[in-house]
């Protein structure tokens, strides 16, 4: 068990004399004195900073009683106040630091928001804060390393060491989660259990195991599985995790200005919550599976022994492969880049069927969600978080693509309100459009497309709204819509494929049309 989570799961009785209401007033009343602490302390570092900790300090009172008022409203919001309050000192000092960093840049009269000493800076203190907060915090490292058009260059590189870079829960602690949830020993169960884990993510840890088979001269091999375990007290972490998630969105503004990130913050904590039941993730399992066979994508889903499956334990047969990362660098580094490129068009083909014809998107297709087969194939693991789209918005998106391959940006601005997109005005909305017309246009290669140039240009846009006093706000779906996309763009950017982008998605345009 990771001894940085064992403080936040206890649950020692309740000491007499004042009720949880009172505990948890004097608990998070001391969040504002322990950020006027750093504040204090980053004073002395140096001395020009002092009115900017001043603001520091007033955010810290301002946080404790915005956390004070949601957490009252929570039958068992007492048990996770230790929780709360390192989350929301971790934020808290995070934005302090920022504040030091820019003060100090602009004292030398650089630039500090695009300077990339002081992101790297902020991103390797995030990245330690991510790795000893674990739990749902760790979680969301890992989506906003997926989001280049959100962070700038060296925050995707920092943070994208927290992909299945987690250390391992011990596994007596696992083995004893497996049997709580069995009622059973393991090997009463399987063959065979592998004590290492074969990956240890924020919220689960998976092993390796094999059925027993069967018995007699024609006895089959043992079956091997993975068996995918919600690490112990993970729920009460989370719980807390997305409450201070909701409360530092208030302080984020003063970084990312002109993003409305309370809905934002309100949809990844609904995801993080549903990803805790696999109950759920087995049901979008099958879910995905049955609608890529209806629907003629090729990839490889990992059949789920159910009888073995519950709400914190899952297992599936084993997929055998290599991760898509070490197969896509395997195959550059050796030249052949027909294949490699071959298995970014089905990850590219595969997502514009999800988004355009049977409406279950894989919400969170990172590098690690993928194995490329001994014999080619493309199989796609981890569905914990599943966005379906109904036959309405389906067509909707149809028709914004065809809108911005046909240069049509004022449908395309009439597209996107229609999905649920509000500017302040529709010049915003036309330049968010822009953004990604080149990339959509017949003929285009992503070879030569900019990716880098275009999430920034969406960025500036979005970040001139914001000075100009107004915002963009998204529908809650495109949130995780977004972070696909945005994963996507990721491997492209890297790989540079010599695909066309039209050619990939028209039989799924003419689907959609069709379906109308």
């Known amino acids: 068990m990771d001894p940085t989570m064992s403080d936040d799961n206890a649950a020692p009785p309740p000491p007499p004399g004042p009720g949880p209401g009172a505990r948890l007033a004097d608990v998070l009343a001391n969040v504002a004195g322990l950020v006027k602490n750093v504040t204090a302390n980053v ?15 007033r955010d810290a009172e301002a946080l404790g009683r915005a956390a004070q008022a949601q957490w009252f409203g929570l039958v068992d919001g007492a048990r996770a106040t230790p929780r709360l309050t390192r989350v929301v000192a971790a934020g808290a000092k995070l934005l ?11 004292a030398r009269g650089e630039d500090p928001v695009d300077n990339p000493v002081i992101h790297r800076a902020l991103a390797r203190a995030a990245y330690d804060a991510c790795v000893e907060l674990r739990g749902g915090i760790l979680k969301l490292g890992q989506i906003a390393s997926a989001r280049p058009d959100l962070l700038p260059a060296p925050w995707i590189e920092e943070l994208s060491n927290l992909q299945d870079r987690v250390p391992p829960v011990s596994t007596e602690s696992i083995v004893a989660q497996i049997e709580a949830e069995w009622g059973a020993a393991v090997l009463d169960k399987l063959a065979t259990f592998e004590s290492t884990a074969l990956a240890a993510a924020s919220l689960a840890q998976v092993h ?3 059925l027993p088979g069967a018995t007699g001269p024609d006895a089959a091999p043992h079956v091997e ?18 409450g201070a998630l909701r409360v530092l ?4 503004k003063d970084i990312v200005p002109g993003v409305e990130l309370a809905p934002i913050a309100a949809e990844l904590g609904r995801a993080l919550a549903e990803e805790l039941d696999y109950r759920r993730e087995a049901d979008n399992l099958a879910d995905f ?6 629907s003629g994508d090729p990839v490889v889903v990992p059949p789920v022994v159910a009888y073995l499956s519950t709400e914190r334990v899952m ?9 898509l990362n070490d197969a896509l660098d395997r195959l550059t580094a050796a030249g052949d880049l027909a294949t490699r490129d071959r298995i970014l068009a089905t990850i590219v083909e595969s997502v514009a069927r999800q988004v355009l014809v049977h409406g279950v998107v894989h919400a969170d297709p990172h590098p690690g969600n993928f194995l490329v087969t001994p014999d080619g194939q493309l199989a796609v693991l981890d569905f914990g978080c599943v966005l379906r789209q109904t036959p309405a918005q389906r067509l909707a998106w149809a028709r914004l693509f065809m809108a911005l391959i046909a240069r049509d940006e004022a449908r395309a601005a009439h597209e996107l309100a229609a999905l649920g997109f509000v500017a302040d005005d529709e010049a915003a909305l036309l330049g968010l ?8 246009r017949p003929g285009a290669d992503l070879a030569t497309i900019d990716f880098n140039a275009q999430l920034q240009q969406l960025t500036e846009r979005l970040a001139a709204a914001g000075r100009a006093g107004g915002s963009i706000h998204a529908p809650p779906s495109f949130v995780l819509l977004a972070r696909v996309l945005g994963t996507i763009a990721g491997m492209l950017v890297r790989y540079r494929p010599s695909l066309q982008p039209f050619a990939l998605i028209a039989p799924m345009l003419a689907v959609a049309a069709r379906a109308a």
């Not at 953004?435 to 959509?440: E, R, S």
């Open 249 to 252: 969105a208030r302080l984020a």
């Open 43 to 57: 004073g002395r570092i140096a001395e020009d900073v002092a009115r900017d900790a001043g603001e520091v300090a």
């Open 225 to 242: 599985v993975v068996v995918k375990v919600q690490v112990p007290g993970i729920a009460d972490v989370v719980e807390a995790d997305i």
């Open 433 to 440: 459009a822009a953004t990604i017309v080149d990339a959509m």
């Open 289 to 294: 599976a049955a609608a890529a066979r209806a």
């Open 208 to 210: 390796a195991a094999t």
């Open 96 to 106: 302090a630091l920022w504040r030091w960093h820019r003060l100090r840049a602009l």
């Open 315 to 323: 297992v599936m047969e084993r997929v055998p492969g290599e991760r």
